[in-house]
């Protein structure tokens, strides 16, 4: 497994943006695909974004396609989800996450190592 820790979450105005980031610890990095979750007060929680562990495939939950994206940089072991035109619906705790020895995943059941999260909250 590998170590997560999100950082970036914070407070924003509707429209506007934010970046999160996921540091990762391990040597094993490169052969995981990573992906973005989240969780809002009173829902269960939902996949937002994938990417393979070399970074050529992504994915997107419909909510967010057009206004997420996401990205990795394996040399520096990170994950980012850049997050624009938010919305109130925006408001969760992110999760970063990370399937190890798979290509790509999005279901959560296939992810194995998760960060501790990090609250976005979007005011309107």
């Known amino acids: 497994q590998v170590q997560l820790v999100e950082s970036g979450g914070g407070l924003a105005q509707a429209g506007g943006s934010l970046r999160l980031s996921c540091a990762a610890s391990?040597?094993?990095?490169?052969?995981?695909?990573m992906g973005w979750f989240r969780q809002a007060p009173g829902k269960e929680r939902e996949w937002v974004a994938s990417?393979?562990?070399?970074?050529?495939?992504?994915g997107y939950a419909n909510s967010v396609e057009g206004r997420f994206t996401v990205s990795r940089d394996n040399a520096k072991k990170m994950v980012y989800l850049e997050m624009n035109s938010l919305k109130s619906e925006d408001t969760a705790v992110y999760y970063c996450a990370g399937a190890g020895l798979l290509y790509y995943a999005e279901a959560p059941t296939n992810f194995d190592s998760w960060g501790q999260g990090t609250q976005v909250t979007v005011s309107s």
């Open positions: 391990g040597r094993t990095f490169s052969n995981y695909a």
């Open positions: 990417i393979s562990w070399n970074g050529a495939k992504t």
